[in-house]
């Protein structure tokens, strides 16, 4: 109980590398065994803590470095959109439900798209361009039944999308609206030598075996609108750049069937939730909160599937911290009950494919 308490807040202005934050508030230190200790021990356990080798866990740095999203510019659903829904969900062919119980791109051999990859954000608060790309390119691939597989590139929306997006943070309404007018061009993870723009932010961090960073936090890579950084790229002269012919954000609060039925026919979609501190420890199972009274922050993931365990029904998430942290880079969240608002805004994109790629 000291723990929580330890999560109260203080109202100061807090200077981050001669920036005034944007939050105006600074967490205290916790000590990681001890909200291990918290979450393990909790009296009806769904998932597992690991304290990833911290002693003490800086929450201000992991909640400027790890999350990213602003979670305010995202619609809030009217009374009459509310109803609407509910009325949606009560129609006979959502009860009966002929989607299968568990289902996972990460884990179905339906396509030879490289779905399976766990980017990395690295020290760098970019969770908006990476969950973005990586449900594009997902997306992308699929349209094209397998026919192309090279990822869609985070470094160029990370740099590109607008000055308010950037390491501090972003909208989805931006990026989103950034691929419908602009579009992107491919690149793949740090050092992948894939597409054109690769991730300049080397991995580091305690989710890297605790590999040290450069920097406290990482800067914003420049825009680079024409030009790729990876010298094995075939197209140096003119990358091509890909597009989206719409994009739609719904909830899956009221009707996670129409969200499943999306992901199962057109591949996975982003979501957005707000991230208490006891999740930056998660090891396995399904996560419910248990720790933390104030969020640190809005972060953008990508739901790849769903299913049951012991009753418990949940979401299967990939995460951009890296394939050490959680099951293999990916979480499983409780379904149906709104945990941290996931199901509250879910985003998702129709690629427009180019006929001569
Ligand atoms: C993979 O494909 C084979 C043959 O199409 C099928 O029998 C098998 O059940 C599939 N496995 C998974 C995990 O979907
Ligand atoms: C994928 O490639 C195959 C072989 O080139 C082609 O027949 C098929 O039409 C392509 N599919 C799509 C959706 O472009
Ligand atoms: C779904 O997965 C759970 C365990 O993860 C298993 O018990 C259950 O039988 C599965 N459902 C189906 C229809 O295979």
């Given at each position: 109980m000291i723990l929580l308490t330890s999560f109260l807040v203080l109202t100061v202005q807090q200077v981050v590398n001669g920036e005034i934050s944007k939050h105006c508030y600074t967490y205290p230190k916790v000590i990681a065994e001890d909200l291990v200790r918290t979450i393990n021990e909790?009296?009806?356990?769904?998932w597992k803590a690991s304290?990833?080798?911290?002693?003490?866990?800086?929450l201000n740095l992991l909640a400027s470095t790890k999350l990213g999203v602003e979670m305010d510019d995202l619609q809030t659903f009217s009374a009459t959109e509310i109803e609407k829904l509910k009325k949606e969900a009560q129609k006979p062919h959502y009860v009966e439900d002929d989607l299968p119980e568990n289902f996972s791109w990460a884990k179905?051999?339906?396509?030879?798209?490289?779905?399976?990859t766990i980017r990395d954000q690295s020290n760098c608060g970019s969770c908006w361009a990476v969950a973005t790309a990586s449900v594009f390119s997902d997306r992308y691939c699929i349209k094209t039944e397998g026919n192309f597989t090279t990822p869609f590139s985070h470094q160029h929306l990370l740099g590109c999308?607008?000055?308010?997006?950037?390491c501090n943070g972003g909208y989805m309404m931006t990026v989103f609206n950034k691929l419908l007018t602009d579009g992107t061009v491919t690149g793949g993870e740090y050092?992948?030598?894939?597409?054109?723009?690769?991730?300049?932010i080397r991995p580091c961090g305690p989710f890297i075996h605790n590999m040290p960073c450069e920097r406290r936090t990482a800067r914003t890579p420049l825009c680079k609108q024409k030009r790729c950084n990876n010298d094995w790229y075939e197209h140096k002269e003119e990358p091509k750049t890909y597009k989206i012919s719409s994009h739609t954000w719904t909830s899956a609060y009221y009707n996670d069937y129409e969200v499943r039925k999306q992901i199962y026919n057109h591949g996975p979609v982003v979501a957005i939730f707000w991230v208490y501190a006891d999740f930056m420890l998660y090891k396995s199972g399904i996560y419910e909160r248990r720790a933390g009274y104030r969020p640190l922050g809005g972060h953008a993931v990508k739901i790849v599937g769903w299913g049951v365990e012991n009753y418990k029904k949940y979401w299967h998430v990939a995460n951009s911290w890296g394939k050490y942290w959680g099951e293999n880079g990916y979480f499983r969240i409780r379904r149906g009950t709104n945990e941290c608002a996931i199901e509250r805004n879910i985003g998702f994109m129709t690629p427009q494919i180019d006929k001569s790629s």
């Open positions: 909790s009296p009806e356990p769904t304290t990833y080798g911290f002693k003490e866990l800086d179905t051999n339906r396509t030879t798209c490289p779905i399976n999308t607008h000055r308010s997006c950037n050092e992948s030598d894939q597409g054109c723009q690769q991730y300049s």
